[in-house]
């Protein structure tokens, strides 16, 4: 079964920790995404990348930065997590082309105390 | 503001009856894919339309999509409870290099 795996469903991390979360799929997709999700804002995007070693900003990248080694991972980092960054956080896989759906993770909860 | 908006935001209904949601958005799309998320998980894809389709079908599913008004409906026939979840539409815009954009969803309960 093919899929987006994250380390951790739940976090604990203390404010101005540095954050690393992990985000790892099998399907050899070019593209993969993290997402914040939170009540009444929806899904945000934070950072993407098409291919190894790019990353593009999306709606929401302060205070994070990403890094992608290898095809089949990309890391969320939080610099120095804050109690604002306490969210549901969900990466997304996709093949490159138009007409694909996303692959997601089963999401981690962080929460920053 | 978010490119796609669902309506309801919230939908309970018994057990057999059919569920139906909206969504809006604001500008040109190559696709709009509708999303399951159970509480507390991640998001599942469940329906792709391209931008020059109509109408869609995928099991109980049947999603539309009019482009003239901007808006696509997912319709859910016969509804089991572990139908129970948030229904996110998204959009994948011309613009934006078909990032999606997700709406804030809708919350369907289905009661036995």
């Known amino acids: 079964d093919v899929k987006v795996t994250q380390s951790s469903r739940y976090l604990v991390k203390r404010t101005g920790e540095k954050v690393f979360l992990e985000c790892v799929q099998d399907m050899d997709h070019e593209n993969m995404f993290w997402y914040r999700q939170d009540p009444g804002l929806g899904l945000r995007l934070i950072y993407f990348s098409y291919d190894v070693k790019m990353k593009e900003k999306g709606d929401i990248p302060e205070g994070y930065s990403v890094s992608r080694e290898k095809k089949e991972r990309f890391s969320l980092i939080l610099e120095s997590a804050s109690t604002n960054q306490t969210s549901m956080y969900l990466c997304a896989s996709r093949r490159t082309g138009f007409n694909y759906g996303y692959t997601f993770g089963s999401g981690t909860r962080l929460t920053v105390v | 503001s978010q490119q796609g908006e669902e309506d309801p935001q919230a939908l309970s209904i018994q057990e057999g009856e059919n569920a139906t949601m909206n969504c809006s958005y604001k500008t040109s799309i190559n696709n709009l894919q509708w999303y399951r998320q159970n509480s507390g998980r991640g998001l599942v894809h469940l329906i792709l339309i391209r931008s020059n389709e109509r109408e869609k079908h995928s099991g109980r599913l049947r999603v539309t999509l009019d482009t003239s008004k901007k808006s696509s409906s997912l319709l859910i026939t016969a509804s089991r409870a572990a139908d129970t979840a948030s229904y996110f539409c998204?959009?994948?815009?011309?613009?934006?290099?078909?990032?999606?954009?997700f709406g804030g969803g809708t919350r369907v309960l289905v009661k036995p």
């Open positions: 998204a959009t994948a815009f011309k613009a934006a290099g078909n990032k999606l954009t």
